[in-house]
Nanobody
Framework: QVQLVESGGGLVQAGGSLRLSCAAS????????MCWFRQAPGKEREFVAA????????NYADSVKGRFTISRDNAKNMGFLQMNSLKPEDTAVYYC?????????????????WGQGTQVTVSA
């Protein structure tokens, strides 16, 4: 199995940027598709962005298209989420997830491995 640890969250003003990182350990990271989800207080966990094993294929929620970029560095066992033009509605706990399937999935139930989450707060 693979272990995931997120970092990079914090407090930022609207319009600002943050870069989240997801450090993977355990199995070969390149065997896993990776995804970022987020969960705001009182809301369900929602899909943000996903990337396939090679990094060639990506998918984004409509709410973050054009503002967020997902990427990965398999040589370093790292995944990333670059978040630009942040809005207060982006405030949530962000989770990195992985599944031992090469293709992308966008449902939380499709992912077996999860990090502990990192808080992102965007002030107006």
């Amino acid at each position: 199995q693979v272990q995931l640890v997120e970092s990079g969250g914090g407090l930022v003003q609207a319009g600002g940027s943050l870069r989240l990182s997801c450090a993977a350990s355990g199995r070969t990271f390149s065997n896993y598709a990776m995804c970022w989800f987020r969960q705001a207080p009182g809301k369900e966990r929602e899909f943000v962005a996903a990337i396939n094993w090679s990094g060639v294929t990506t998918n984004y929620a409509d709410s973050v298209k054009g503002r967020f970029t997902i990427s990965r560095d398999n040589a370093k066992n790292m995944g990333f989420l670059q978040m630009n033009s942040l809005k207060p509605e982006d405030t949530a706990v962000y989770y990195c997830a992985a599944r031992d399937v090469l293709r992308i999935g966008i449902q939380p139930g499709e992912y077996k491995y999860w990090g502990q989450g990192t808080q992102v707060t965007v002030s107006a």
